[in-house]
């Protein structure tokens, strides 16, 4: 457990999205910033890999988690962020140079480019970061993971970080552009999980389970309730990428959201 | 139309169905079942009423169907066997006209006083008749076989299958492709005739080409294997349980030389079977997923089997993974599978409520199971969706604790199932046969289970519930 400025190595990717110098030199001043601003826990911290590719997949309750999770790594990450930010003059060139992913969440080719690029950050060795549940959790609980971190972690023989945090939603409720200072933040780090512990890597089966054990274990670091339905299904928030919806009339009895199946009938 | 007409025009001479000793041409066969239809027609028998066959896998079962089928009436093949309490359940959801009671069932005959409907002793059919009325044309839906379901689930049914769900479904096991059913075709029928897989993919289907039907009433794996060495058969087809007993016989190999192809239906194989029939006998088995209320056809694996894998969707079917409300499962993750296509059933007899349930007004069916596809568009199964048990809001799906179980080596079976726990909703028992220390059992379970997938109890049984056919009767556990 440590609440002070964890030791930091700068790994250089000219390749990868990012502007080395805004990352090095910004993320520098943006972990002492927010260690000198609040009072951060981090927890586990051994269980990130030293060097090598990992994915860490933490629980998503406020923007915030963005700068709380990073400037709790000993490492450089890089994240998907929804393509939106891109139209907004106040993130579109600071979030890419900070080495986020941005992500069409129409879907189809230009989400696949997200994960591609993904693809070329773990197998350069280095931390990604996705939040399974795809959005932000609007009522507090775990919900279920979308599977592309599951993928992810079989097409670049990567494992998964299982991260769980406490107290970013209190620092910066939905909808407030000003994170409180002062408050307590917790971040867990989880054990490396690999697909190949939880069945064939090659069998599709495989996918699911192993997606829903790091909610389990998430769940076991953030001391959420898990839900088994999506994040967000009614926010305009999903950041994974969706792919299109043609639409499957349901019989009667058996949709659980009254809101989806009128849509879908 | 009429599905009754499949074996009109092959040869006289032409052999059809092989039984022991006795074969019986196409034109032998098609005289039995005009003579079939002399008799329904002077018991009064027409189109939409109602004939039970309650027979085995034997010649007479094909006559009195085909014949059946030829007034225009509907079809429900019954076991030869069933205990009385159960044939008296069967036999009032269904209300037969007349009941044409096969050799295999003749046991019915003393249990007469019980059963309502006119019984017809198949053995005192003459196979003949002077004079016959001509086979009934049919509409495309009218329904030609009441299939009863399993009932693994729990609520047996009667699906209702139309002529045109079955014709398309033997086409499409028959199109013109080296890997399609053909005239020269000899078929081992072991599946019994009442299942969908035994009746409409093995039986009707060859008929329908004029090949050849080797028939076997009770399976017996060195009889079996005499008869494909005796007939030079080239359609297998069986369930899980007969392909592991295949597959563990060593002097099997020529047995299997004539071969070509090899299906497997009615649940799940294991993969390790898949893999000792190939390493054994050279035998590459394909595995194909479908229901009776699909006639059954839904996938193929055809020309392209995976171990673990029931294929890719015939053609004319369309198929999906869903979420439980409508819209598509993510890539790669698993879902509902739902279906669309011509063999997809009229819906269950006499339940409107049952059918409303599943199969909705644009045709699309929604089968219950839960499946994943490949990138290259296979499916693989994962498990029923009713049996899924949900711990702390985690699903569960029994079959992935029962293969970890079945890992260990002094399990012998094992079957998962739900139970009601106050803290976390449900929790996982497990069944298991076998001589087995459960503590260390636990253990094992521990090492290789995230953890609210392990179970909370072992109960050590004989014997567990689990259909001929395969399919672990989970509700006898519940």
New interface residues.
């Given amino acids: 457990m440590t609440s002070t400025l964890p030791d930091f190595t700068f790994e250089t990717a000219p390749d990868l999205p990012g502007s080395e110098r805004v990352s090095r030199y910004g993320l520098s001043a943006v972990r002492r910033l927010v260690h000198k601003l609040w009072d951060l826990t981090i927890e586990g911290q051994e269980n990130v890999p030293s060097e090598g590719p990992a994915i860490l997949c933490p629980n998503h309750l406020s923007f915030c988690d963005s700068v709380f999770v990073p400037v709790s790594l000993r490492r450089r990450v890089w994240a998907i962020g929804k393509g939106e930010y891109m139209d907004d003059w106040k993130t579109k060139h600071l979030f890419p140079a900070f080495g986020m992913i941005p992500v069409d969440r129409s879907g189809g080719e230009a989400a696949q480019a997200a994960l591609d690029t993904a693809a070329r950050v773990l197998d350069g060795g280095h931390l990604f970061m996705i939040y399974p549940e795809g959005t932000r959790s609007r009522s507090g609980n775990l919900h279920k993971a ?3 971190a ?2 992810l972690s079989v097409r670049c023989d990567a494992p998964i970080i299982p991260v769980g945090h406490e107290g970013t939603l209190d620092v910066q409720p939905p909808d407030q552009f000003v994170m409180k200072p002062g408050l307590p933040v917790t971040v867990r780090f989880g054990e490396p999980m690999h697909i190949r512990d ?2 064939d890597p090659d ?3 495989t ?3 192993f ?3 790091v ?2 274990e998430i769940a076991q670091l953030s001391g959420q ?4 339905t999506y994040a967000g299904a009614e926010d305009e928030e999903t950041v ?1 990428p ?16 009254p809101k ?2 009128a849509a ?2 | 139309m009429n599905i009754a007409s499949i074996i009109e025009n092959h040869a006289d001479d032409r052999v059809a169905i092989i039984d022991g000793e006795e074969r019986v041409t196409y034109g032998e066969l098609r005289a039995w079942a005009a003579s079939i239809r002399q008799l329904l027609t002077e018991r009064g028998i027409g189109p939409d009423d109602r004939v039970a066959v309650p027979a085995g896998n034997e010649p007479a079962f094909v006559a009195a169907t085909l014949g059946a089928l030829g007034v225009g009436a509907r079809v429900i093949p019954m076991k030869p066997t069933n205990p009385l309490p159960e044939l008296d359940r069967k036999l009032a959801s269904i209300r037969p006209q007349l009941i044409l009671v096969g050799e295999d069932a003749a046991w019915m005959h003393e249990h007469a006083d019980g059963i309502t409907a006119p019984m017809v002793d198949l053995r005192t059919v003459p196979r003949t008749a002077e004079t016959s009325p001509d086979i009934v044309e049919r509409d495309a839906g009218d329904i030609a076989i009441m299939m009863l379901t399993s009932g693994v689930s729990g609520d047996a049914k009667v699906a209702m299958l139309s002529h045109a769900n079955l014709a398309w479904a033997q086409a499409a096991v028959c199109e013109d492709s080296p890997d399609g059913l053909g005239p020269d075709d000899v078929a081992l029928a072991v599946l019994p005739f009442s299942h969908i897989f035994g009746l409409n993919v093995i039986l009707l289907a060859l008929l329908r080409q004029g090949g050849r039907v080797v028939l076997q009433r009770r399976f017996d794996v060195a009889d079996s294997l005499d008869l494909c060495r005796r007939h030079g058969i080239t359609v297998l087809g069986g369930a899980p349980p007969m392909w592991r007993q295949w597959s563990i016989v060593d002097s099997a190999t020529d047995a299997f030389s004539t071969v070509r192809i090899a299906a497997s239906g009615a649940a799940a194989l294991p993969v390790s079977v898949f893999e000792d029939m190939q390493e054994r006998h050279g035998i590459t088995i394909e595995e194909g997923y479908g229901l009776t209320e699909t006639s059954p056809i839904v996938t193929s694996s055809r020309g392209d089997a995976k171990a ?1 894998s029931v294929g890719r969707a015939a053609d004319g079917i369309e198929m ?1 993974l ?1 979420e ?5 499962v ?5 879902g509902e599978i ?1 279906v669309r296509g011509p063999g997809i059933f009229e819906g269950y007899f006499d339940d409107t409520e049952a059918t ?7 045709g ?1 069916f ?1 089968t219950g199971d839960v499946g ?3 990138e290259d568009g296979r499916l ?1 199964i ?1 498990d029923r969706i009713k049996d899924i048990i ?1 711990v ?4 569960v ?1 029994p079959a ?1 604790v029962e293969n970890v179980l079945l890992e260990h080596p002094d399990v012998r079976g094992a079957v998962v199932v739900g139970t009601i726990h106050l803290d976390t909703g449900e929790a996982v028992v497990a069944h298991v046969s076998g001589d087995v220390d459960t503590d260390e059992l636990d253990r094992h379970a521990r090492a290789n289970l ?3 997938k392990c179970p909370t109890a072992y109960h050590l049984v004989d014997e567990l519930p689990v259909a001929p056919t395969g399919k672990k009767i989970r509700r006898e556990l519940r």
Avoid: C, Q
Avoid at chain 2, 324 to 328: M, N, R, S
């Fill in positions: 979308r599977t592309g599951a993928r939880f069945g069998d599709p089966r996918i699911r389970p997606a829903d054990a909610m389990f309730k898990y839900v088994h994974e969706k792919v299109a919806t043609p639409v499957v009339s349901v019989p009667p009895g058996r949709a659980r959201s989806l199946t879908a009938s | 673990g999906l869903v439980d409300d409508g819209l598509p993510d890539v790669g993750d698993a739902v409303e349930a599943v199969l909705t007004p644009d699309w929604w994943v596809l490949d693989y994962v949900i702390s809001g985690f699903n799906y992935e995230s953890r609210y």
